[in-house]
């Protein structure tokens, strides 16, 4: 199986930081890699595919890169509703694995 | 509105059976790669099973054997037939459709799943 490690396991910022996110893969995944966000209680909600490919609806403020086995998602000006957990998925080999989760919280 | 719903979750004593349904509306299971994720309490998200268009199955090794994943057409349903349920299955199970670059781009809002004796 693929192991996704995501890093940092929790990271807090303020309203207007620029945060980053990183996701490594055990192995290759070219780009087919997706970025969650998840809030409490609710269901997970796609952000970025093919690792940086913005979702239809999801603001310009996200942005993924990488490819290979090392990924980023970065926020440029943190919202204070961006406080979520975010998690990243490969879907190029199963199991499609996700990493472990980075919680964001505001400040 | 496209959307999906789950249904069937509940409480159930270990090595019992459960099966989960998700309704999807606005949008044709069978024609659409669908899959289960589950998350247990306070922990993170799981893949559990995928079904293709052409019905073709792939499961997560932890549930293999024990989960069946199929669908129903004529009711535009999902389902997962969960047998001989351990403790480590209690989680959330959610429904997700896959969309572009294979990223699930809709979820349902999840159906609570509780083994226990």
């Known amino acids: 199986d693929i192991q996704m490690t995501q890093s940092p396991s929790f990271v807090s910022a303020s309203v207007g930081d620029r945060v980053t996110l990183t996701c490594r893969a055990s192995?290759?995944?070219?780009?087919?890699l997706a970025w969650y966000q998840q809030k409490p209680g609710k269901a997970p909600k796609l952000l970025i595919y093919s690792a940086s490919t913005l979702q239809t609806g999801v603001p310009s403020r996200f942005s993924g890169s990488g490819s290979g086995t090392d990924f980023t998602l970065t926020i440029s000006s943190l919202q204070p509703e961006d406080s979520a957990t975010y998690y990243c998925q490969q879907v190029t080999t199963f199991p499609h694995t996700f990493g472990q989760g980075t919680k964001l919280e505001i400040k | 509105e496209v959307q999906l719903v789950e249904s069937g979750g509940g409480l159930i004593q270990p090595g019992g059976s459960l099966r989960l349904s998700c309704t999807s509306s606005?949008?044709?299971?069978?024609?659409?790669?669908m899959n289960w994720v589950r998350q247990a309490p306070g922990k993170g998200l799981e893949w559990v099973s995928v079904?293709?268009?052409?019905?073709?199955?792939y499961y997560a090794d932890s549930v293999k054997g024990r989960f069946t994943i199929s669908r129903d057409n004529s009711k535009n349903t999902l389902h997962l037939q969960m047998n001989s349920l351990r403790v480590e299955d209690t989680a959330v199970y959610y429904c997700?459709?896959?969309?572009?670059?294979?990223?699930?781009?809709?979820w349902g809002q999840g159906t609570m799943v509780t083994v226990s004796s």
């Open positions: 606005g949008f044709s299971v069978t024609n659409t790669y």
């Open positions: 079904i293709y268009a052409d019905g073709t199955v």
């Open positions: 997700a459709r896959e969309g572009l670059g294979d990223a699930f781009d809709m």
């Open positions: 192995q290759g995944v070219r780009t087919w």
